[in-house]
């Protein structure tokens, strides 16, 4: 073959730079070599694939012939390098996971383990900072992958499902709502709402249950950890909206009283999200299975 990769890379890089001097730079040869391996293709080929019109290089029929070729062996080669080099680091990486809700971390340790048995050479980090704002961390390329409790429709993001979970209303169980089996939206209206610490728009209570209903509770409380929730529930000191599978052991315990909001239950369902353009890494694949496996105990 007279044509090789070289030479269309070279080819490439006079039409793109527009100069044998600035396509030397960019192929990081000497002038005179890139110079010399353009006469040398161009004696191969028997034609001209430029004319030289002063510092210019324009490209003739032939040329751009060669430059088609270019960019089509260009584009396969460097997709074939990218898969390569891929394959070849399958059992070794970063994965940067976070999760919209503090208390996936509560659970994430068991699939972390069970990750980690299978592909110990890949590193996991728990991108605390990217919490609540995972879907903004992933369009940023701050983040590989996010757990959310609702599926997202943005273009750039692809998501599978994982599992789902049900929201409850907990108390103290001297709480005059305690012995009650289901909570409508009115039955908030005279009590103190203990939220995390994140807008009433966000929330699932208010979003789903209360907002709808035009109701608004007498007072809320937010906070950042679900200890704190968990602490100041059993004090009688108001009502949280938690996963049940989140106080189970205090539900065990007879420490608190869980009651379901509305008839059907305040349901979320959630999916692992990650960015559409990239091509989902081998563990990123078998973390999200691992995810829709295991999840929340007794959820």
Known sequence: MTLDVRHLRLVAAVVDT???????????????????????????????????????????GPGQRVLEAARKVMAEVEAAEADVARLA?????????????????????????RFSTRHPQVEVRIAVEATRRPVEALLAGTLDLGIVSAPTRHRRLAHAPLFEDELVAVMAPEHPLASRSVLQAADFARE????YSIPLTESTLF?????????????????ELT??????????????VLARWAVAPELSRGTLVAVRVTRKGLRRHWHAV???????????TSFVELLAKAGPPGR
Not at 192 to 195: A, E, I, N
Not at 207 to 223: C, F, I, K, M, N
Not at 227 to 240: D, F, P, Q, S, Y
């Open 18 to 60: 527009g100069s044998v001097t600035a396509a030397a730079r960019v192929l990081h040869l000497s002038q005179p070599a890139l110079s010399h391996q353009l006469r040398d293709v161009e004696e191969r080929l028997g034609t001209e694939l430029f004319q030289r019109e002063g510092r210019r290089m324009v490209l003739t």
């Open 89 to 113: 680091h399958t059992s070794q990486g970063i994965l940067r996971l976070a999760t919209e809700c503090y208390t996936a971390y509560h659970w994430l340790p068991a699939v972390l383990r």
């Open 192 to 195: 103190h709402v203990l939220l």
């Open 207 to 223: 979003q789903q249950v209360l907002t709808p209903a035009g109701v608004s509770p007498a007072r809320v409380s937010h906070l």
């Open 227 to 240: 200890e704190a929730l968990v602490e100041l529930t059993k004090a009688g000191l108001g009502i949280a």
């Open 274 to 284: 990650w960015p559409r353009a990239v091509r989902p890494t081998p563990h990123l």
